[in-house]
T-cell receptor, first 112, second 113 residues
Framework: GEDVEQSLFLSVREGDSSVINCTYT??????LYWYKQEPGAGLQLLTY?????DMKQDQRLTVLLNKKDKHLSLRIADTQTGDSAIYFC????????????FGKGTSLLVTP | DVKVTQSSRYLVKRTGEKVFLECVQD?????MFWYRQDPGLGLRLIYF???????EKGDIPEGYSVSREKKERFSLILESASTNQTSMYLC????????????FGAGTRLSVL
């Protein structure tokens, strides 16, 4: 299928905000997701947003959705060294009902 | 908490061997998935299953097969392992619902020599 696009790397200082961007492909996607992968581990669901929402906030995480541009972003406030990980954007695939289409992941490095 | 358990964290096999990767989930999920993860390529779907004995090909099924004899268990089989199948393999499960959230195991890092 078409690619979900993410930048590959992001480096921020501890305490700053991080913004990870994603462009998805399927305008009929009903849900969009952010997953986190720590070194040597599987993927952990961070948050998801329903396609009829523009924004979702969950503690330090803010998700913004622009359906017109098919653009999704994840903002992490007060970024900590423990937030260093790979972050994956994913979309539910139209009518499949089952599969998710993942981006290649953004490696976030948080420096002291 | 949802638990998805992959039988091995690390495996080393030889070219031509038949390899079984096992995945078990404890949440009575209908859907189960196998992905492989490679640097620069992200996650690619190999196969998925939406019910016992049902399977669907993903994006890269060549060289793989799967088995789902029981709802909680989904096995990935490499019929004749090759060096290009050296990768991290991730299993996931999820409920058949609109949210389609997938829960992942810790992964199996397979090296084929």
């Amino acid at each position: 299928g078409e690619d979900v696009e993410q930048s590959l790397f992001l480096s921020v200082r501890e305490g700053d905000s991080s913004v990870i961007n994603c462009t998805y492909t399927d305008s009929s996607s009903t849900y969009l997701y952010w997953y986190k992968q720590e070194p040597g581990a599987g993927l952990q669901l961070l948050t998801y947003i329903f396609s009829n929402m523009d924004m979702k906030q969950d503690q330090r995480l803010t998700v913004l959705l622009n359906k017109k541009d098919k653009h999704l972003s994840l903002r992490i406030a007060d970024t900590q060294t423990g937030d260093s990980a790979i972050y994956f954007c994913a979309e539910s695939i139209g009518n499949s009902g089952y599969a998710l289409n993942f981006g290649k992941g953004t490696s976030l490095l948080v420096t002291p | 908490d949802v638990k998805v358990t992959q039988s091995s964290r690390y495996l080393v096999k030889r070219t031509g061997e038949k390899v079984f990767l096992e995945c078990v989930q404890d949440m009575d999920h209908e859907n189960m998935f196998w992905y492989r993860q490679d640097p620069g390529l992200g996650l690619r779907l190999i196969y998925f299953s939406y019910d016992v004995k049902m399977k669907e090909k993903g994006d890269i099924p060549e060289g793989y097969s799967v088995s789902r004899e029981k709802k909680e268990r989904f096995s990935l089989i490499l019929e004749s392992a090759s060096t290009n199948q050296t990768s991290m393999y991730l299993c996931a499960s999820g409920r058949l619902s609109a949210k389609n959230i997938q829960y992942f195991g810790a992964g199996t890092r397979l090296s084929v020599l």
